[in-house]
């Protein structure tokens, strides 16, 4: 979801013209605060209401109830329209045509939303723009009007299942956000057998994504980011002429693709050198367990648990989040994940949640009364040494007294 996230930004960069990619984000100075409602530390420009959602549906899922502020944060980034963009820095300021809308956000902080209960004037708002910005093929670009991929397409689909409604009856022109799916399936045989494409290329022609087929099954599942282990699935490739077969042929690219390197996936950033790909692994591991491929996706959480703390560390709440919902889909406990807890991890990340205020005022008032306790026994103490010494005083003057 992070790096899936940085694939939609740059998609979008491409469309509006933008030269900053999502990953340059620096740490803020000084004299640049971001809220306080606000998870991790890093410049949201790019990716504020993502991470904040991720956060809070994490938590969530983990029976964490967030701090209201922070969910207050997120309902306030919608738009008049239903909308979000990725960042608004003043939501007292009305969005305007310069507000870039961003159907990624807006699809990731309905699912936070719908979980988290009552808000459903601001997630029907928000499906109602979804709906309305909707592409001709079925699907959705991460920019309204732009070109459908897999990515934003599936999200959109888990924001759709998670107020109730039913993809396949949201069309436009006829096709619904399945038939935007199926375009985007590979077939079976030669490079990216059965994998899902992010988007065709200038060509038209299709390749093998592994952040995008991770989505894709997802989408084509019609399952948001929060999953539970499926029924056991032998993942096979057939002609993807529905979506439950696409999923399966993905299923099946992901299973033989990690199988590959140990387990998880390998970076493929052109002019960089392969890197493990934590947070793709994360995704493809929700992935199989929703389709019940889950032999493959317990062995990738395994190395997960092994290797992704630093990785988290350093990028922060939306990674924590991917692990965390990772864990959920297997079955794994996040607060004993290879010896860490990431819900602690995550929580320390932005405000304390609901009930932990409590506990920390509870503690105060226990260390309150210990001090208390502690400074009565001196005063005890002292008082008793004052009369002691005035005692003496008493006794050696009847003495001096005496004849």
Request: glycine letters at 12%.
């Amino acid at each position: 979801m992070n790096v899936r996230r940085s694939a939609a930004v740059l998609a979008a960069v491409a469309v509006i013209g933008a030269a900053a990619p999502a990953t340059a984000a620096p740490s803020p100075s000084p004299s640049q605060a971001f809220p306080s409602a606000l998870y991790g530390d890093k410049d949201p420009k790019f990716d504020g209401v993502w991470r904040q959602s991720l956060a809070l549906l994490a938590q969530d899922t983990a029976g964490v109830k967030p701090a209201a502020k922070s969910v207050e944060w997120l309902v306030r980034q919608q738009c008049a329209d239903g909308g979000f963009a990725s960042y608004r820095p003043d939501p007292a300021t009305a969005c305007d045509a310069k507000t870039m809308l961003d159907t990624n956000a807006t699809s990731a902080a309905v699912q936070a939303l719908a979980a988290l209960g009552g808000h459903d004037d601001v997630t029907a708002k928000a499906v109602d723009w979804l709906k309305s910005v909707q592409n001709e093929d079925g699907g959705w670009g991460y920019a309204a009007g732009g070109a459908s991929d897999t990515n934003s397409t599936s999200v959109v689909i888990g924001a759709l299942t998670a107020v109730g409604e039913k993809p396949d009856r949201v069309e436009k022109g006829g096709k619904s956000p399945y038939d935007a799916l199926l375009k985007l399936a590979l077939p079976c045989g030669g490079d990216g057998d059965g994998a899902f494409a992010f988007q065709p290329d200038k060509k038209g022609e299709l390749t093998a994504n592994a952040d995008a087929t991770a989505a894709g099954v997802l989408g084509a599942l019609g399952k948001g980011m929060v999953v539970k282990p499926g029924g056991k699935s032998e993942a096979t490739c057939a002609p993807p002429r529905t979506p439950e077969q696409a999923a399966a042929n993905g299923a099946a690219y992901l299973t033989s693709a990690l199988g590959k390197d140990d387990d998880h996936l390998m970076s493929a950033l052109a002019g960089a050198e392969p890197q493990p790909d934590y947070g793709n692994t994360a995704d493809a591991v929700v992935a199989l367990a929703a389709h019940g491929d889950t032999a493959q996706a317990e062995k990738s959480l395994r190395w997960l648990e092994k290797n992704a703390a630093s990785w988290a560390a350093q990028n922060g709440p939306a990674a924590y989040a991917q692990l965390i919902l990772a864990a959920h889909a297997t079955g794994t406990d996040p607060r004993d994940f290879g010896g860490a807890d990431l819900v602690k991890q995550l929580n320390a990340t932005g405000p304390a949640p609901q009930g932990a205020e409590k506990t920390d005022a509870a503690k105060g008032e226990k260390d309150e009364e210990k001090d208390s306790d502690v400074f009565g026994v001196w005063w005890y103490v002292g008082v008793c040494l004052v009369a002691g010494i005035g005692i003496g005083f008493l006794f050696t003057g009847r003495r001096k007294q005496q004849p």
